[in-house]
Structure formats: structure tokens, C-alpha cells
């Protein structure tokens, strides 16, 4: 069972950095786009950036500038490298991928659990 594990969250002051990581649990046969995403409480789950297989980007517009999607295709792993964070980016950030995890299995999203991001001020 395919599973995306997330690391690198946690509290920071207001102007601080952080860089989150995704990686698969186990060998994928194919992983196309990734993402990441953020959910504040009481608020909408929202994308933060995303990131085709070729490396093709794209952000919010609100966080583009600050905010950089990356992935190392041979570890399976998107990075989500967040500079001058904000009160407001206070969240907790999924990573998602859109895997076929091997020949016999259809293309399908998958989720992370989730890390907490906490920006004081």
C-alpha cells in the first residue's frame, strides 16, 4: 500500500523558513503531478503549488515569490521550501501524488497525513 510520508513542519517565527518533505513509502511504478496543500482551521483545503512529473509549476498567486515546489524524481520526493513565512501561513500542509503504484493497478491520488505548520509572530 503506497503511502506518502510527510516531514518538516513545525513552529517558526514570522519572517522564518521551513522545508517540507514528501516522500513515497515504496518503489512507485509511475508518479505524475504532485502538490502540496494547506487547510487553516475553519477554512477550505486550498493548493499551495504543484509540480508535473517534468517539473512544470505552479502556485497560488498569493504565495508566489515565497514559496518553492520542487521533486527528486529518483527518491520519489516532492520539497516544499517556504521562505518570509507569515501568521497567516499557519496550517496544516498535505502532500498529494497522482501514482500508479505498479502495472496491474490504475493511476489514482494519494494523500499525506498532514504536518502542522506553526508561524508565530
Known amino acids: 500500500q503506497v503511502q506518502l510520508v510527510e516531514s518538516g513542519g513545525g513552529l517558526v517565527q514570522a519572517g522564518g523558513s521551513l522545508r517540507l518533505s514528501c516522500a513515497a513509502s515504496?518503489?512507485?511504478?509511475?508518479?505524475?503531478?504532485m502538490g502540496w496543500y494547506r487547510q487553516a482551521p475553519g477554512n477550505q483545503r486550498e493548493l499551495v503549488a504543484g509540480?508535473?512529473?517534468?517539473?512544470?509549476?505552479t502556485y497560488a498567486a498569493s504565495l508566489k515569490g515565497r514559496f518553492t515546489i520542487s521533486r527528486d524524481n529518483a527518491k520519489n520526493t516532492v520539497y516544499l521550501q517556504m521562505n518570509s513565512l507569515k501568521p497567516e501561513d499557519t496550517a496544516v500542509y498535505y502532500c498529494?501524488?497522482?501514482?500508479?503504484?505498479?502495472?496491474?493497478?490504475?493511476?489514482?491520488?494519494?494523500w499525506g497525513q498532514g504536518t502542522q505548520v506553526t508561524v508565530s509572530s
Open positions: 515504496e518503489s512507485i511504478f509511475i508518479i505524475n503531478g
Open positions: 509540480i508535473t512529473s517534468g517539473g512544470s509549476t
Open positions: 498529494n501524488a497522482d501514482i500508479r503504484a505498479s502495472t496491474y493497478q490504475p493511476t489514482r491520488v494519494y
